[in-house]
């Protein structure tokens, strides 16, 4: 069966980093278009980011451009999002998904 488990949340100050990573299975990943998602206390899920199956087109949320990077190894079957200079707004459960597929979240809290 298809399993998305997401890895590499924590606590972090503000302006600091943190990668987080999905390892996937059960799925021709390298066939698959893979988004990272993010969903802060009262607020709606959103879309953070997403990557094509060759890494040629990238998406990001307006929030995040120019600070968070999503790449992803297809031999690994893994995504990455590469989070820099994080800000207390950044707080969330961020969920990694493809298709109806999603995983069980990491979270991630930015806070001095």
């Known amino acids: 069966q298809v399993q998305l488990v997401e890895s590499g949340g924590g606590l972090v100050q503000p302006g600091g980093s943190l990668r987080l990573a999905c390892l996937a299975s059960?799925?021709?990943?390298?066939?698959?278009?893979m988004r990272w998602h993010r969903q802060a206390p009262g607020k709606e899920r959103e879309l953070v980011a997403y990557?094509?199956?060759?890494?040629?087109?990238?998406y990001y949320a307006d929030s995040v451009k120019g600070r968070f990077t999503i790449s992803r190894d297809n031999a690994k079957s893994t995504v990455y999002l590469q989070m820099d200079n994080l800000k207390p707004e950044d707080t969330a459960v961020y969920f990694c998904?493809?298709?109806?597929?999603w995983g069980q979240g990491t979270q991630v809290t930015v806070s001095s």
């Open positions: 998904n493809t298709d109806r597929y």
């Open positions: 990557i094509d199956s060759t890494s040629t087109t990238k």
């Open positions: 059960g799925f021709r990943f390298s066939g698959n278009r």
